[in-house]
């Protein structure tokens, strides 16, 4: 009743920017607490109208490697990468949490790992960065619908001990404020 917020999430939230916008400098009118989960595959001029009306950004950086982002995602990393710098540069970065979210042989290698963090540390050391264990629970969800999940069944969660050497791959690059 009084200490809750708004998440806007999708897909791409900020795909329906304008009115993304204008929901946004209502809560804040009204007091609302407001967070946004995107990639920031969007207009520079967009990001720059939603900052002041967010308290909490969280961004997905699945893929540090263009060419695989391109294979996995279907899109350019290179306009993702250069929206979280100047995120990372603003006085907004405070409100950011990067997170990457773990995929057996596709984003949970520690060439991406590595290149993610250490792309992170040169720009902003103390950005908050989150790891988020895969979770296999999706490809029950691919099947109701009549699609291909992609993703061989043999992989489960990680366990404490793998998740605990993808935190020590992060915090070598040196990324300070690891959200674990």
Not at 89 to 101: A, C, G, L, N
Request: proline fraction near 3%.
């Amino acid at each position: 009743r009084d200490s809750g917020g708004v998440t806007f999430s999708g897909g791409e939230p900020l795909m329906q920017g304008e009115f993304l916008i204008d929901i946004l400098k209502r809560c804040h009118q009204q007091h609302i607490h407001t967070a946004i989960e995107t990639t920031l595959y969007t207009s520079l001029e967009l990001i720059q109208k939603a900052l002041p009306y967010l308290e909490q950004i969280y961004i997905d950086l699945k893929i540090y490697d263009e060419a695989l982002h391109q294979k996995y995602v279907g899109g350019s990393v290179a306009l993702i990468k250069k929206h979280i710098e100047y995120i990372l540069k603003s006085e907004h970065w405070k409100k950011v949490i990067i997170r990457t979210p773990l995929i057996p042989q596709i984003t949970a290698t520690i060439q991406n790992l590595q290149s993610i963090s250490q792309f992170l540390s040169h720009i902003n050391p103390e950005v908050y960065y989150e790891l988020l264990n895969y979770n296999p629970l999706a490809s029950s969800k691919y099947e109701l619908v009549g699609l291909e999940y992609g993703i061989d069944k043999q992989y489960k969660m990680f366990d404490q001990k793998q998740m605990q050497r993808f935190y020590q791959i992060v915090k070598q690059a040196g990324l300070k404020n690891l959200i674990i």
